[in-house]
């Protein structure tokens, strides 16, 4: 940073190197944005990462230059009209069907066997970052199997997400036909359809489980959440890495608010809820269930 410092352009809005690169101050105003909106962090490293995402979007718009569509965002009022395509820009999707397997062990060994036990009334989950699908039809698989051999106890996923491309490519269910690798062969004879033309490699979630997801966009930042209060299993995975402290604690309070008493709530293997007062109780590794 010492030589951006000592190379400062002539106007705040010339970039610091070169003719196609953020200037410092338009790269603090995207990232504090950024991180307002959608509570995703932007630190310094992150900065070429964030400007070949908004040449993208720089090129969709006609816009010659990122410094050229700052100006549009901050200083011609386009931001009411582009947040949400800058948003989607830069968000990171990464997901696959079974990700972190022993979430879905436990809801068929534990979780299911207990609320089936419970009385059976419909189960309701909420796939709370569901990206292009993958985690909610695979958590459909797994409720479909439970809804087969244990007196048809039926269900309904809710699916949400920032990301509007995401979202669009989540309700059609379709995907690359390695996507499914992970998929045991019994499950994709029952969930999965290929597509007529095999040269496209593409296969289909069987319209017998599309009908049981509702898909909607959703911000996790938002103050409060448009959802039912008494779901039986939240899986919120792999997103509170993005966000700092305050930020999760504040999401994973939201999300509690949405479970019922004796549901569960699933994170990513990687993510941890210390030093944050929840009224949840840990009962397998990154498994929460409500007081």
């Known amino acids: 940073m010492g030589a951006v410092a000592q190379r400062a352009p002539a106007s705040d809005d010339a970039p610091a190197f070169g003719a196609d690169q953020l200037s410092a101050k338009n790269f603090k105003l995207l990232a504090e944005l950024i991180q307002g909106y959608s509570g995703i962090k932007m630190p310094s490293n992150k900065r ?7 040449r993208r ?3 969709a718009t006609g816009i010659n230059s990122l410094n050229g569509y700052c100006r549009y965002l901050f200083d011609e009022d386009g931001l009411d009209t582009e947040i949400v395509h800058l948003i989607d820009a830069v968000t990171t999707n990464k997901t696959e069907f079974f990700r972190e397997p022993a979430h879905f062990d436990f809801l068929r060994t534990q979780g299911l066997p207990a609320m089936a036990k419970a009385g059976g009334r419909p189960i309701k989950a909420w796939s709370a970052a569901c990206s292009t699908g993958a985690e909610p039809y695979t958590l459909a698989m797994v409720l479909e199997e439970h809804r087969r051999l244990n007196r048809r106890q039926d269900y309904s996923i809710l699916c949400t997400d920032l990301c509007t491309q995401v979202l669009a490519q989540a309700v059609s269910g379709v995907f690359q036909e390695a996507m ?6 019994e499950l994709r004879r029952r969930y999965v359809m290929r597509a007529r033309d095999a040269a496209r490699g593409t296969v289909r979630i069987v319209p017998q489980l599309r009908s049981k997801l509702t898909f909607a966009r959703l911000n996790l930042m938002d103050d409060a959440y448009p959802v039912d209060r008494d779901m039986d299993v939240i899986f919120c995975r792999n997103i509170l890495i993005y966000f700092d402290k305050p930020t999760q604690s504040k999401v994973l309070s939201r999300l509690c608010d949405h479970l019922r008493p004796g549901g ?3 994170l990513g293997h990687s993510e941890s809820i210390v030093g944050i007062d929840l009224p949840v109780t840990q009962i397998a590794n990154t498994v929460f269930q409500r007081s």
């Open 57 to 59: 979007r720089m090129r």
């Open 48 to 54: 070429t990462m964030l400007e070949g995402r908004l």
């Open 180 to 185: 499914i690798e992970p998929v045991e062969m």
């Open 264 to 266: 569960y709530l699933f």
